[in-house]
T-cell receptor, first 115, second 115 residues
Framework: EAGVAQSPRYKIIEKRQSVAFWCNPISGHATLYWYQQILGQGPKLLIQFQNNGVVDDSQLPKDRFSAERLKGVDSTLKIQPAKLEDSAVYLC?????????????FGPGTRLLVL | AQSVTQPDIHITVSEGASLELRCNYSYGATPYLFWYVQSPGQGLQLLLKYFSGDTLVQGIKGFEAEFKRSQSSFNLRKPSVHWSDAAEYFCAVGPFSGNTGKLIFGQGTTLQVKP
């Protein structure tokens, strides 16, 4: 079974530029998560999708971050404009259904460096 | 507010020695508790989880964890560490709230294994 795919794996941009990350969850998984992991910290949830609807985006900085999952499969996370403090690893995870009973499977992440 | 504390940022053990990684949580009720492992350049992998019932939980790769309500702890243990166990370990709590699968992670413990 293929795991969660993410691209690109690495990205370097200058502050005020825009960047986008892509995630393809495990086939059939209805729930998709984006986490931000800053160096030396644990991951922090940015947004949770159930199919193509948002369940929780309370910690998403909506002035600069946006995310979509138009067809309930792939998802894109965008930052515009980027700040230095956005340097982090962005992890995508998926599960077959929402709630904590179902295991979240994580992708390898996209490492972003903002200069 | 819910939180997770991993008191040890870095631990070094000799191969074959026993291991215990500490985790304390703050939550009003009994939460869902998890341990994840992250190897360099890879996503997080679930080691084990606790929802209810037996407070000693068995996981993959020979790991186990014990939930102690009186101490608000969920420590991870392994009787004999292998060099391949070197990685970063994250404890997480999942507040029960409807469809949210939000995980709150500790800052992580980096495990180094000496030959």
């Amino acid at each position: 079974e293929a795991g969660v795919a993410q691209s690109p794996r690495y990205k370097i941009i200058e502050k005020r530029q825009s960047v986008a990350f892509w995630c393809n969850p495990i086939s059939g998984h209805a729930t998709l998560y984006w986490y931000q992991q800053i160096l030396g910290q644990g991951p922090k949830l940015l947004i949770q999708f159930q199919n193509n609807g948002v369940v929780d985006d309370s910690q998403l900085p909506k002035d600069r971050f946006s995310a979509e999952r138009l067809k309930g499969v792939d998802s894109t996370l965008k930052i515009q404009p980027a700040k230095l403090e956005d340097s982090a690893v962005y992890l995508c995870a998926s599960s077959s259904s929402p709630g904590h009973q179902e295991t979240q499977y994580f992708g390898p992440g996209t490492r972003l460096l903002v200069l | 507010a819910q939180s997770v504390t991993q008191p040890d940022i870095h631990i070094t053990v000799s191969e074959g020695a026993s291991l215990e990684l500490r985790c304390n949580y703050s939550y009003g009720a009994t939460p869902y508790l998890f341990w994840y492992v992250q190897s360099p350049g890879q996503g997080l992998q679930l080691l084990l989880k606790y929802f209810s019932g037996d407070t000693l939980v068995q996981g993959i790769k020979g790991f186990e964890a014990e939930f102690k309500r009186s101490q608000s702890s969920f420590n991870l243990r392994k009787p004999s560490v292998h060099w391949s166990d070197a990685a970063e370990y994250f404890c997480a709590v999942g507040p029960f709230s409807g469809n949210t699968g939000k995980l709150i992670f500790g800052q992580g413990t980096t495990l180094q294994v000496k030959p």
